[in-house]
């Protein structure tokens, strides 16, 4: 049974980096996207991008100036940086494994984890 | 940007009763080579992470009760639920991966009556 695990710090400075790991268990990271995918208070779900197991990316454009995604196939993890960050950044973070299509769905999820952007 | 538009919002079924939930995109996200709909379905619970319960617009997952069904084609789709059950209770989006960058739903809230 696949299983992914966020990891990082649950709060961050404005204007500093918010940096997350996915850790993945369970399973194989090859022919598969891996994404992060967030959620504000109370609110839907975003897009932030992909990483595909051959480190190929794709990001949202709306985030794609401050985003960096990595894959460290050796360790089974995959990380995110969103530099720049405002309150507007504030939310629950998900990492999740894309199904191959022309673009990911989404079939596993981590549990979340709850960034707070505050000084 | 495919902007997804689901409606309603908020819905409240009686127990044993049909759900429906509809789901429109911006422009259409059948792919004419394979005639596949790029379309899925996920319910969230509070305080969970969302589960997938349909791709391909109409494809169920593993496991996924049979009394959840996805139809439609094109720019309009619909997710049923025949028969709510308590469990049921859920936000639930639809989700486009035929263009970049993905995109949700907004979300609709199905309660109980």
């Known amino acids: 049974q696949v299983q992914l695990q966020e990891s990082g710090p649950g709060l961050v400075k404005p204007s500093e980096t918010l940096s997350l790991t996915c850790t993945v268990s369970?399973?194989?990271?090859?022919?598969?996207?891996w994404n992060w995918i967030r959620q504000p208070p109370g609110k839907g779900l975003e897009w932030i991008g992909y990483?595909?197991?051959?480190?190929?990316?794709d990001y949202s454009p709306s985030l794609k100036s401050r985003v960096t995604i990595l894959v460290d196939r050796s360790k089974k993890q995959f990380s995110l940086n969103l530099n720049s960050v405002t309150a507007a950044d504030s939310g629950t973070y998900f990492c999740?494994?894309?199904?191959?299509?022309?673009?990911?769905?989404?079939?596993?999820w981590g549990q979340g984890i709850l960034v707070t952007v505050s000084s | 940007d495919i902007v997804m538009t689901q409606s309603p919002d908020s819905l409240a079924v009686s127990l044993g009763e049909r759900a429906t939930i509809n789901c429109k995109s911006s422009?259409?996200?059948?792919?004419?080579?394979?005639?596949?709909?790029?379309l899925a379905w996920y319910q969230q619970k509070p305080g969970q992470s969302p589960k997938l319960l349909l791709h391909?617009?109409?494809t169920r997952e593993s496991g996924v009760p049979d009394r959840f069904s996805g139809s439609g084609s094109g720019t309009d789709f619909t997710l049923t639920i025949s028969s709510l059950q308590a469990e049921d209770v859920a936000h639930y989006y639809c989700?486009?991966?035929?263009?970049?960058?993905?995109?949700f739903g907004q979300g609709t809230k199905l309660e109980i009556k």
């Open positions: 989700q486009q991966y035929y263009s970049t960058p993905v995109t």
């Open positions: 422009q259409s996200v059948l792919y004419s080579p394979n005639n596949k709909n790029y």
């Open positions: 391909w617009a109409s």
């Open positions: 999740a494994r894309g199904e191959t299509a022309m673009l990911p769905y989404f079939d596993y």
């Open positions: 990483i595909y197991y051959s480190g190929g990316t």
């Open positions: 369970g399973g194989s990271m090859n022919s598969y996207f």
